[in-house]
């Protein structure tokens, strides 16, 4: 039983909520997420998302056989005004910004995938 919130329990719980969501999840054909939780010592909130399968993709982008929106792969590279930028990483998490491309200089930056293929044409 807990009397009160703090990080360890809620680790505990976060497992067992995880769990339950994905059986859930399973049951309907949908996958099922919390996010970061936010705690007092009497409550906690997270935020419950959901998505259909069809909408998750299954290939990892960059991989091999797989390409970024289909018009580019992990590796690639373009240049912006005077800096050549190598694309490193894809996080399709984050809409908006969702192409994680590195400098020659070694600094990273996140841009759009409408920028890269702005830049890829």
């Given at each position: 039983m807990v009397k009160e919130f703090n990080k360890v329990n809620l680790k505990t719980l976060r497992s067992e909520i995880d769990a339950a969501?994905?059986?859930v999840a399973d049951k309907n054909g949908?996958?099922?997420g919390i996010g970061n939780i936010s705690f007092?010592?009497?409550r906690f909130t997270c935020r419950l998302?959901?998505?259909t399968?069809?909408?998750v993709t299954t290939e990892i982008p960059g991989s091999v056989s797989g390409t970024i929106a289909g018009l580019f792969?992990?590796?690639d590279s373009f240049k912006h005004n005077t800096k050549v930028l190598t694309i490193t990483d894809y996080n399709p998490s984050k809409p908006k910004n969702c192409i994680v491309?590195?400098?020659q200089n070694g600094k990273s930056?996140?841009?759009?995938l409408d920028f890269v293929k702005s830049k890829l044409k």
């Open positions: 969501l994905k059986a949908i996958t099922l007092t010592s009497d998302t959901a998505q399968k069809s909408q792969k992990i590796g491309v590195k400098d930056f996140t841009c759009s």
